[in-house]
């Protein structure tokens, strides 16, 4: 197991891509603290499926978009589990506002969530992580929409930019300290809430995806593990961008 011996938190990990994420990284050998907000039952049953199949996780209620939370939160990870060596930053909301329909609670509701919230996040795991003195690794949830428009996704898309820059200013600033920290640029995924708003969302990805399907939750677990593995030790500053190949043609969705 890459992971043994490691320490993970997971935010936003109650559901879909957050606890594909949490049961990858558990299932690698680390301990993972599930984060969630108002969404007990799933995240106690994502804890459940990681304890089943041996291994340890631990779910908390935090609202991030607090910075008191965040710290509680890497605390909390210390407390049950001894030490924090993985944050996976991937909590946040999407709404989708036309721009010239945005007001300030959806800016607000956001910013607060997407970005201060990673940002702190980060800020109370690269304390842990250095006091420790041997290194971790922060992955950010960024979004294709971080790179290529999308109308209707004006304010969340800027939030997703910043991440991927977030992720490069951090870099060098925790590199010293054997801290790498990257981004996810996560592409069209299947998910209740996309499903449910779209029936024909998986057929007209598919149509436009070069690889021929949208992505599964699976398949950003699985490039989150890559990340936090001793593989990836030079690798770091970066947006790797899985979207089965659809900014490198950029259609219109």
């Not at 984060?35 to 291994?55: D, F, P, S, Y």
């Not at 991927?164 to 801290?179: F, S």
Request: no cysteine; glycine share 10%; charged share 15%.
């Amino acid at each position: 197991m890459v992971l043994r011996d490691k320490v993970a938190i997971v935010t936003g990990a109650s559901r879909e891509i957050g606890a594909a994420m949490a049961e990858a990284l558990a299932g690698a050998g680390a301990a993972v603290l599930i984060a969630h907000h108002n969404e007990a039952e799933l995240a106690a049953q994502a804890v459940e499926r990681i304890t089943a199949a041996g291994g340890r996780a631990l779910a908390l209620d935090a609202d991030l978009s607090d910075v008191a939370a965040n710290q509680a939160m890497i605390a909390r990870a210390v407390e049950a589990f001894g030490r924090l060596d993985i944050l996976a930053a991937n909590a946040g909301i999407t709404m989708y506002r036309p721009f010239l329909d945005t007001d300030e609670s959806t800016w607000n509701a956001l910013f607060n969530l997407n970005l201060k919230g990673s940002f702190f996040a980060a800020q109370a795991a690269a304390r842990q992580m250095i006091a420790q003195g041997d290194g971790g690794r922060i992955v950010f949830s960024s979004s294709v929409t971080g790179v290529q428009a999308v109308p209707g996704l004006s304010v969340y898309g800027i939030t997703k930019a910043a991440l991927r820059h977030m992720a490069r200013t951090l870099a060098p600033e925790l590199g010293g300290h054997g801290i790498t920290v990257n981004a996810l640029g996560i592409g069209a995924t299947l998910n209740a809430r996309n499903l449910a708003d779209d029936p024909d969302y998986a057929a007209h990805w598919a149509g436009v995806i070069p690889t021929g399907r949208a992505l599964q939750p699976a398949d950003l677990a699985s490039t989150l593990l890559f990340l936090a593995s001793p593989g990836a030790a030079m690798i770091t500053g970066q947006t790797i961008i899985v979207d089965g190949g659809w900014t490198a043609l950029s259609p219109m969705p």
